[in-house]
């Protein structure tokens, strides 16, 4: 079976900001589609750096970031059709309601002829209450609030994916959820990179997972490797030990 | 793209708090200062029709005020009622401002100040926050992870917000003119109403100057917060700081006399030829103006014989004076000039002086006044004040002296000249106006343009 190509690709990537610290050392990441890609890390390691190269928020040091085959750098609004981004605390226009904002963020993504009850569908899709679909969207938790904001991804309905930290601060039912939603979007093809403390969903969710550390993709493992390793205790000898070259 | 931005950045303003704020504070306002200028107006008029109805010729006129001061009162309040002209001299009386001590020292709210101070203020704050504020919020993220231009968020949060804040002014302004209409305002003569239409225009563009300006602070900070202070500063330095320091900065670059000095100096002048003069009639008077009971007394053939001898005096005394005052005038006019371009700096400045001249009360209107002044006192000395005279005698010694003054012949046929005073045409404002105007486009775009550049590089993380 030919190797399908990837969603979204970071070659030779590295980030030093002007302060000297160098965020992003030489990272190189291949997520094919229908793969989930968990990065674990400490705070500072490096994965939201990472995520804010992939959206062209920050230009790379060194190395490219590709989204379905487009160099980011080079054309940043081309690439960004094809990724959608769901951020640790999604924060929407709290004037508007949910559909509103469903609406605008929809627009941005180049979806322009929805109707109503396609937006009701897909905020049915990642379980928000019927009730809060047509209420202002700033008295919402924040479970809803991420559930809206993966709501904006399912809609764009992009091919890649990108998460930062989005189960962070939710309480476990609203975790789980959430993850149930990831699953489905990664059955339906999509190439999903995953920034997350949450060692434990990492290993439920994630096809592979890399652990960075002062930079650096340090660890990879994929889903079967796991089985056989407690990754718990690779994550912890990894934040204890020196940074060490790639196992 | 852009129309989904500027739909929503209009939808999210409409529905936020600041703009009730904002349109109740117009609403109140505008309309209320309206009523009270134009009230104030009105009874400035009757004055002036009963004092010139009361005046018995020219040498005392009577300043029209301007209805237009019901949108800017400007210079109105300490423009001169009356002026009362003798010879060599033109003598100011009354102003507004002597009837209205706290209106003078605290200034008085019209719709230029509004527009100038409160608008202005409500712009810089408002855009202030627009970037920094969705940054904060974390939505500026979320927005510009998708394929959007940074040209359309920024075009879109300038047109929406600054379309927003037009609303209550645009309709404050409205129910403010019908209100002024129901109140017998000639809103629609011509003239006023081409006024009217310029200086809302003139609003629109300043405020949008400031808008741009508060763009640009929004885009080079990175907390509402800051950008709030930030932008309340700048307000301060615009609208208090250059305004009210350009003239003394002025005063120092290019000193003037003041009105005192520069009247003992007239006086001293104007002293020295009359002792001339007095040296030269004084065989005359002896001749025709014994001391009582101790020879002639003969008025008229005084009169008759001093008119050759002070001519060439009193042409000196005239053309001294002239010279004298044209000097001060220019040193005046120079340092005017220059604490006016001083204060040219500030947006607020360079509105509020083509606004009030738009409303007949701003500098063009005082120089405008002021020549037609000047016209009308020749055209009285040539009438008039060419029979008057007075004469000073000084015995050698200094200690005595004797001052003869009247009338030669002739007064009593002397037509005096009508006092015209017309404010300035609009196509003469327009003119006046249109480097105001300049600036303030000029002010749009570098502002807008700035904001613009430092947006493309802005750190949305």
């Known amino acids: ?247 | 793209m852009f129309s989904t931005f500027l739909r929503r950045e209009i939808l999210d303003q409409l529905l936020s708090p600041k703009f009730m704020i904002i349109s109740l504070l117009c609403l109140v306002l505008v309309p209320a200062s309206l009523l009270l200028n134009y009230a104030s107006y009105r009874s400035a008029f009757h004055e002036y029709e009963s004092t010139r109805n009361e005046a018995k010729n020219s040498t005392v006129i009577s300043r029209m005020p301007s209805a237009l001061s019901t949108f800017g009162v400007g210079l109105e309040i300490v423009l001169p009622k009356t002026v009362t002209f003798s010879k060599y001299q033109i003598e100011a009386k009354g102003t507004q401002a002597q009837n209205e001590i706290l209106s003078n020292i605290n200034g008085k709210i019209d719709f230029v100040v509004i527009v100038s101070f409160l608008l202005g203020l409500f712009a810089v704050l408002y855009a202030g926050t627009e970037v920094c504020g969705e940054k904060e919020a974390g939505t500026l993220k979320l927005v510009l992870a998708n394929p959007t231009r940074r040209s359309s968020v920024l075009a879109a949060k300038f047109l929406g917000g600054f379309s927003v804040l037009l609303i209550p002014l645009g309709v404050s302004f409205l129910i403010g003119l019908l209100l002024l209409l129901l109140e017998g305002f000639p809103v629609f003569a011509a003239a006023n109403l081409a006024r009217i239409l310029a200086l809302l225009g003139l609003s629109v563009l300043y405020l949008s100057a400031l808008f741009s300006l508060g763009l640009l602070i929004s885009t080079r900070t990175h907390r509402t917060s800051l950008a709030l202070l930030v932008s309340f500063f700048v307000w301060i330095f615009m609208t208090f700081i250059i305004p009210k320091t350009s003239e003394p900065v002025a005063g120092l670059l290019r000193p003037v006399r003041s009105e005192e000095v520069m009247r003992a100096g007239r006086k001293q002048l104007r002293d020295q030829i009359e002792k001339e003069k007095g040296k030269a009639l004084a065989p005359l008077m002896n001749k025709y103006l014994s001391e009582q009971g101790q020879g002639t007394w003969n008025w008229d053939a005084y009169t008759k014989a001093r008119g050759p001898v002070a001519k060439d005096f009193e042409e000196r005394i005239e053309q001294t004076l002239q010279n004298y005052d044209d000097q001060y005038e220019r040193e005046k006019a120079v340092r005017r000039a220059l604490s006016l371009n001083i204060a040219r700096l500030s947006p607020a400045s360079i509105y509020t002086q083509a606004a009030l001249d738009f409303c007949h009360t701003g500098v063009a209107d005082l120089e405008n006044f002021a020549r037609t002044l000047k016209t009308h006192y020749i055209q009285l000395s040539g009438a008039l004040f060419k029979y008057q005279f007075q004469d000073i005698f000084t015995s050698d010694d200094g200690h005595s002296s004797r001052s003869m003054g009247g009338d030669s012949h002739g007064i009593e046929k002397v037509d005096y000249p009508k006092f015209r005073y017309e404010f300035p045409a609009f196509a003469q404002t327009l003119k006046d106006t249109a480097p105001d105007v300049v600036l303030l486009v000029l002010f749009n775009l570098i502002f807008f343009a700035a904001a613009y550049f430092s947006f493309t590089r802005y750190d949305v993380r």
């Open chain 1, 1 to 247: 079976m030919a190797k399908q190509q990837p969603i979204l690709k970071a070659e030779d990537l590295s980030k030093r900001y002007e302060d000297g610290v160098l965020a992003v050392d030489h990272l190189n990441l291949n997520i094919p589609p229908g793969e989930v890609y968990c990065l674990l890390g400490a705070n500072g390691a490096g994965k939201t750096t990472t995520i804010n190269l992939f959206l062209n928020f920050i230009p790379p040091t060194t190395g490219t970031c590709y989204v379905n085959g487009i160099d980011v750098t080079k054309d940043p609004l081309e690439a960004k059709k094809y990724v959608s981004f769901v951020s640790e605390n999604v924060m929407l226009y709290g004037n508007f309601t949910a559909r509103q904002n469903l609406d605008f963020f929809a627009k941005l993504g180049g979806k322009t002829n929805l109707a109503k009850n396609d937006y009701y569908q897909v905020m049915r899709r990642v379980s928000l209450q019927e009730k809060a679909f047509e209420q202002r969207v700033k008295n919402f938790s924040k479970g809803m609030r991420q559930k809206l904001g993966i709501s904006i991804a399912v809609i764009k309905d992009a091919p890649g994916i990108l998460l930062d930290e989005p189960t962070s601060g939710l309480d476990p039912k609203a975790a789980e959820e959430f993850l149930e939603i990831l699953a489905e979007l990664k059955k339906e093809g999509k190439a999903i990179l995953m920034s997350t403390h949450d060692i434990f969903r990492a290993k439920e969710i994630g096809d592979r997972v890399g652990i960075m550390k002062e930079g650096r993709l340090v660890m990879e493992r994929t889903r079967e490797e796991l089985q056989y390793e407690d990754l718990v205790k690779i994550y912890i000898d990894y934040m204890k030990s020196e940074p060490l070259t790639m196992a």
